[in-house]
């Protein structure tokens, strides 16, 4: 596929497209983002392997998404899962929460799957279309990029910065529950692990907007439904800092305790230690920016398409007390948000 971007806003009907003239760009860092309209595709870390890449709107389209997609099948296997590598460095996260400060370290893990033949682009888009009608009130997003990146597809619940006017927002969106017809929307049945888990966003994300100086205020800490799960929520609504630019809010917000852990440099170099696979861009961020707005949001519920595979990606927040089986099971419940489309038309 040449390389493209769509994507629909939560809550949304309407689906953009943004093709480009010439390659998209390859940034190794915020500041060279261009000042005008287009799409901004960041990694969890960005480096050699995994630039930013930043899409001009050089050409736009917009129509309303279809209520429903025509009848297709995917046919594919799952590759055996990765228990025994993820038992191992969850055991290694549990050594480290007793030999250092570590509060919070987010573990994450992959899961491959081969189909029968090579994706086409057409298949390409109707995953992408079912992802918009399977989760109305997620950012769903299909980015094509130069070989050999393949596609991402996500249908991501949580935003980074929606930046735009005289109001910023962000959230802290953290815990898991999975969904079902007696779930309750009540703080009271959740566990304290999930809750101090959330916790901590809340209180980086406070921190860091006060070391900008920016003024910001907070809602309670509420339930929301994302897909078949439930996360703890917090809504930060921020003044604009006068003489701080969108690009400094969004580094000193990225990496959050909810992708990464606590604290961030511990964290992320337990992460580079334990973690068997290659985050690339999942739990980067990704959305439509200009030269004095941005929409963006954590690269969450993602896979990345190639050929004839697909490898997706899930994470869950391990604290001192957490238990390595039910981690487990969140990342499954996490991984079948993605999964579920290739089965949708069975």
């Given at each position: ?13 309407l ?7 010439h ?11 261009p ?21 001009p ?41 007793q ?153 000193a917000?990225?990496?959050?305790p ?12 337990l ?43 899930a ?12 981690e ?18 069975k």
């Amino acid at each position: 596929m040449l390389a493209s971007v769509r994507y629909r806003l939560p809550g949304e009907t309407l689906v953009h497209e943004i093709g480009t003239k010439h390659p998209p760009k390859r940034c190794t860092s915020l500041a060279e983002i261009p000042p005008q309209k287009g799409y901004l595709f960041a990694p969890f870390q960005e480096n050699d392997a995994h630039p930013l890449w930043f899409f001009p709107a050089d050409e736009q389209r917009i129509w309303t998404q279809p209520t429903e997609v025509s009848s297709f099948s995917l046919a594919y296997e799952v590759e055996e899962d990765h228990r025994t590598e993820y038992m191992r460095a969850f055991e290694a996260c549990q050594a480290a929460f007793q030999q250092s400060e570590l509060q919070k370290v987010v573990l994450s893990r992959t899961l491959s799957v081969h189909f029968d033949q090579n994706l086409t682009k057409d298949d390409y888009y109707r995953l992408f279309e079912q992802a918009c009608i399977s989760y109305p009130n997620s950012f769903v997003s299909l980015i094509s990029l130069p070989a050999p990146w393949g596609t991402w597809l996500m249908a991501t619940p949580e935003i980074l910065i929606l930046a735009q006017d005289c109001m910023w927002h962000t959230m802290a969106l953290a815990g898991t529950m999975e969904k079902t017809a007696d779930s309750s929307l009540s703080l009271e049945v959740w566990s304290e692990k999930n809750r101090k888990e959330q916790q901590w966003v809340v209180d980086y994300i406070s921190r860091q907007l006060e070391k900008l100086g920016c003024e910001y205020q907070k809602s309670p800490t509420y339930v929301r439904p994302a897909a078949h799960l439930l996360h703890l929520c917090t809504d930060f609504s921020v003044i604009p800092p006068k003489e701080k630019s969108i690009a400094c809010v969004i580094e000193a917000l990225h990496p959050t305790p909810a992708v990464c852990g606590w604290e961030t440099s511990t964290a992320q170099a337990l992460i580079s230690k334990v973690e068997s696979h290659d985050r690339s861009y999942y739990s980067g961020y990704s959305g439509p920016i200009d030269s004095n707005s941005a929409h963006l949001f954590v690269t969450l519920r993602c896979m990345n398409l190639n050929n004839d595979t697909a490898t997706l990606y899930a994470g869950g927040g391990l604290l001192p007390e957490s238990n390595e089986n039910s981690e487990w099971q969140e990342t499954e419940r996490k991984l079948n948000t993605m999964l579920r489309l290739f089965s949708a038309h069975k």
